[in-house]
């Protein structure tokens, strides 16, 4: 029988992000926000990009992206992190994510993550909302 804990990080939490799959990105100096709302189906095209140095259930050049979602970034026991990305005290979450995906090295100066990032926000809601719909699938349970 699978723990609360574990059914709230592997279950609940990243189906609550898949079924709203959106992220509110900020506006302009107004203060105004742009709701994107992300397609999984979308993302798993856009995921494909990742994949040279990611995968979802082990790791690569990159940490495994299975129970990305509410884990602190630099944590996948037995993964060589840069410094930078084990002292960021990130918890990848949509905010998170969007901003590193974004722009990894603005967010974690020091990141041995060298990708330029995904600018287009579409795109990146997209990658987000394919990780978290990923995180349930039979790929990823234990």
Same mark, same amino acid.
């Given at each position: 029988m699978m723990g609360w804990s574990v059914m709230r990080t592997q279950v609940l939490l990243p189906l609550v992000i898949a079924l709203t799959a959106t992220l509110f990105?900020? @506006?302009s100096a107004a203060g105004t /926000?742009?709701?994107?709302? =992300?397609?999984?189906k979308a993302g798993e095209a856009i995921y494909s990009r990742c994949v040279a140095c990611h995968s979802l259930a082990q790791d690569r050049t990159g940490p495994?992206?299975? @129970?990305?979602?509410?884990?602190? /970034?630099?944590?996948?026991? =037995?993964?060589?992190?840069?410094d930078a990305m084990k002292r960021s005290k990130l918890v990848w979450n949509v905010k998170?994510?969007?901003?590193?995906?974004?722009?990894?090295?603005?967010?974690v100066p020091g990141t041995a993550m060298g990708y330029a990032g995904i600018a287009?926000?579409?795109?990146?809601?997209?990658?987000?909302?394919?990780?978290?719909?990923?995180?349930?699938?039979a790929v990823c349970r234990p």
């Open positions: 990105v900020a @506006g /926000a742009t709701v994107i709302r =992300g397609d999984a495994r992206h299975c @129970g990305v979602i509410g884990r602190r /970034a630099g944590s996948v026991s =037995g993964f060589g992190y840069s998170t994510l969007d901003r590193f995906i974004q722009n990894p090295m603005r967010t287009d926000q579409q795109e990146r809601a997209d990658l987000i909302a394919y990780l978290a719909q990923a995180n349930s699938s």
